[in-house]
């Protein structure tokens, strides 16, 4: 079967736009090109389905690589035989691969090795034969004694070493014995003896059993870290009917054969000593390449929903990043982002300078005409909050008029201490630009999250645990799919974020801002073309990404790639569309178009397909829209609450902060977000980070700092799914 067919069977598309898809992908076009522009070619492949061709091509490609490696080991060994062969060349996955290729890997002196090299593999061949007539193996043993094999006990204990060996390295029998292991064994954890674990992390685990296909994704990188720890201690518990009977099907004691106790001891030394724990590393390995999967998948999902949460445009904001001994570091941007002034209060302990700090913040109020006031979740982060709901009870209007709300601030120290915040804030102190990044993240969130390490953004579960490269490619694609998907203003973006629209990088996206810097705003597309390496390949690929309002060329302001240009011409020509004409006229005029002529047919009369046309039109609609305006506002406060404030019954809204296996951390207005259970989620929602729900407060822990919250209603969002 051929990769384009396997990858069609395995991922249920059609053949054809996997050939497409591949085809597309190997001349070097980007993921998001490929599904916002080439639809035709790919039958309209989505984001997600692109990225699963990719990885399965990849993964197929290195199968084959290593395919050639074990061809060529064995062949070089002179044991590759035509049915190996075959079967090596059958084999559609890796451990299938490595399972035929053990018997021949080259292996460290085993004590089957040292039983071949005392000559043993004969009487070996007679166990594994289990003949009816002949010698008993004593007497067959005696023609095996040497100076090395001085006894028939050794020369028979070796040659069960070398079958037990030839039994373990079956690849039927591996096969076989790990699927029954993968379905039937179970995971045993207990309490490693001397383990010190004073907070009782791992408390659930103490004594702990569960058949290995019971176990959720969170239990497993648990129990994993609790094991890398050293506070568990895990076993796999494979069952002997389950392994014995599968050797049994192929290595089966003869009653009626003098060998069959030597064949006998040989599989339950097989099974002890080599296979079962070979077996083991295989489960504890897919348990956990299964669990880390969907740790990603998890972390991925609140990545691009985080990502894709509404900019609040048009505002003058007062970040603060909170804390005690240090103060409270302020940043006032305007609504552009630029910096206007910067400051430090010491309202908590020890300096307790809570009047000053209020008059401070009054002043900067009143100077600057702050409209938001954004609080870093971190350390004091409640205490002032509380500190901003007092601000604003001041009766001057300007004052009573302005909100706060609770930011996420993780990966913000990060980004202050980055060589980006360096460079964009040369003369700012470290602790300062903590404070310019909460308040710039409030004002556009993908613009100033792309700047920091996904990874540091904390809205994943065991993220530590998991394979950090897979973790990090995964992330990488989140971004670059939710900044293709938004769109990137050239003139105003910082290399940053220019580096994840498609086809651009690291490096030509810094070309892009000196060229800028050097020669004013691009006042086209076609200016980009201008850039030192930016060339045709990479114009083809970024075009439709880049924003350029205000430009030479009104649809260089639309997600239109520049190659359709002619044809949203001649579309709005045949729906009679004039400059003068409003928005909503225009709209009517090209709605009225596509009914009265059909899509079909107009794609047909322009020269594309249904899909292009139909992007065109969209965006002719709705020139310049921003995604991200279809989902909710973040909730915005001026009085703040208290977990003693919360009674059982009280119904709150609140904003999703995290999404785990176990349900959903909702911040609801108080130092600790209250945790929305799976159960008490309906099971057709969905949740993602940044929704904005109402809940219940079904119970309330002040000193455990617990809040257990139920499901009351849902305020909707759309989300962009890669």
């Not at 060996?165 to 039937?184: H, M, P, S, Y």
Request: charged fraction near 25%; charge should be negative; aromatic fraction near 4%.
């Amino acid at each position: 079967m051929s990769h384009l067919d396997q990858i069609s069977k395995h991922l249920s598309l059609k053949a054809a736009q996997v050939e497409a898809a591949v085809k597309l992908l190997d001349e070097g076009n980007t993921i998001p090109f490929i599904a916002r522009y080439r639809k035709e070619m790919t039958g309209s492949l989505d984001e997600e389905q692109l990225r699963q061709v990719q990885r399965e091509v990849e993964r197929l490609r290195s199968l084959d690589e290593r395919r050639a490696t074990v061809l060529s080991s064995i062949e070089e060994q002179g044991k590759l035989s035509d049915e190996l062969r075959e079967k090596i060349l059958a084999a559609e996955t890796m451990t299938a691969l490595e399972d035929l290729y053990a018997p021949y890997k080259p292996k460290r002196r085993t004590r089957a090795s040292i039983a071949r090299e005392h000559g043993l593999q004969p009487l070996a061949d007679l166990i594994l034969a289990q003949p009816r007539e002949g010698p008993s193996p004593e007497q067959a043993a005696e023609g095996f004694l040497t100076e090395e094999i001085k006894t028939v006990e050794e020369a028979l204990a070796g040659a069960r070493d070398i079958v037990a060996e030839v039994i373990a390295d079956d690849a039927n029998v591996r096969q076989a014995v790990r699927g029954r292991a993968l379905k039937f064994s179970a995971m045993n954890v207990e309490q490693t003896g001397d383990a010190a674990d004073e907070r009782k992390v791992y408390e659930l685990y103490y004594q702990f059993e569960s058949r290995v296909d019971h176990l959720k994704p969170h239990q497993v990188l648990a129990v994993n870290r609790g094991e890398k720890e050293k506070i568990l201690k895990v076993r796999i518990a494979t069952h002997e009917n389950n392994w014995k009977s599968q050797i049994q099907r192929h290595y089966r004691p003869d009653p009626a054969s003098p060998f069959a106790s030597q064949l006998e001891a040989a599989v339950q030394d097989s099974a002890e000593r080599l296979l079962l724990p070979a077996i083991e590393r295989d489960v504890r390995r897919a348990l956990t390449e299964t669990a880390e999967t969907h740790a990603i998948h998890v972390f991925a999902e609140n990545l691009r929903a985080l990502l894709g949460q509404p900019p609040i445009a048009g505002q003058t904001v007062l970040g603060i990043d909170p804390g005690y001994r240090t103060g409270c570091k302020l940043a006032v941007v305007d609504p552009t982002g630029k910096l206007v002034e910067t400051g430090t209060i010491y309202p908590h302990e020890p300096q307790k300078q809570r009047e000053e700090a209020l008059e401070t913040l009054l002043g900067l109020v009143k100077k600057h005409g702050i409209n938001l006031i954004a609080i870093g979740n971190g350390t004091a982060s409640r205490e002032t909050e509380q500190l901003a709901a007092e601000l604003l009870k001041n009766d001057d209007p300007s004052v009573r008029a302005a909100r706060y709300m609770i930011t996420n601030e993780a990966g913000a120290s990060v980004y202050s201490a980055s060589p980006l915040a360096r460079a964009e804030l040369p003369h700012l102190d470290v602790s300062l630009r903590g404070a310019v990044s909460i308040a710039r993240r409030v004002q556009d969130p993908l613009s100033e999250l792309v700047k920091i390490d996904p990874k540091s953004i904390g809205i994943g579960l065991y993220q530590h645990d998991v394979d950090q490269n897979e973790l990090g490619r995964t992330l990488s694609g989140v971004v670059e799919s939710v900044v293709n998907w938004v769109g990137v203003d050239v003139n105003t973006a910082s290399p940053a974020l220019l580096t994840y629209v498609s086809g651009i990088g690291p490096k030509l996206a810094a070309a892009v801002v000196t060229f800028r810097d050097d020669n004013g705003p691009f006042n086209s597309r076609e200016a980009l073309k201008n850039v030192p390496k930016l060339g045709g390949k990479t114009f083809e690929q970024a075009a439709g990404f880049l924003r350029i309002p205000q430009g030479e060329e009104p649809l260089d302001a639309t997600a239109i790639h520049p190659e359709s240009y002619a044809i949203a011409r001649v579309a709005l020509q045949r729906a009679n569309i004039q400059p003068e004409m409003s928005l909503v006229e225009q709209r009517r005029a090209l709605a009225l178009m596509r009914h009265e002529i059909g899509l079909p047919k107009l794609a047909e009369e322009l020269g594309c397909g249904v899909p292009t046309l139909t992007d065109i039109l969209d965006n002719l609609a709705r020139p310049g829209r921003d995604p991200r305006s279809d989902t909710p506002a973040p909730i915005l406060r001026q009085d703040v609450l208290k977990m003693e404030d919360l009674t059982p019954g009280m119904i709150l809204k609140g904003t999703v902060r995290n999404v785990v296996d176990f349900g959903a951390f909702v911040d609801i207005g108080v130092k600790q977000d209250g945790l929305l259970h799976r159960t008490k989620i309906p099971r057709d929602k969905q949740l993602k980070v940044g929704d904005v729900i109402e809940v219940e407060i079904l119970r309330v822990e002040v000193e455990r700092g617990r809040i257990g919250l139920s499901w009351v209603g849902y305020h909707g969002r759309s989300v962009h799914k890669s």
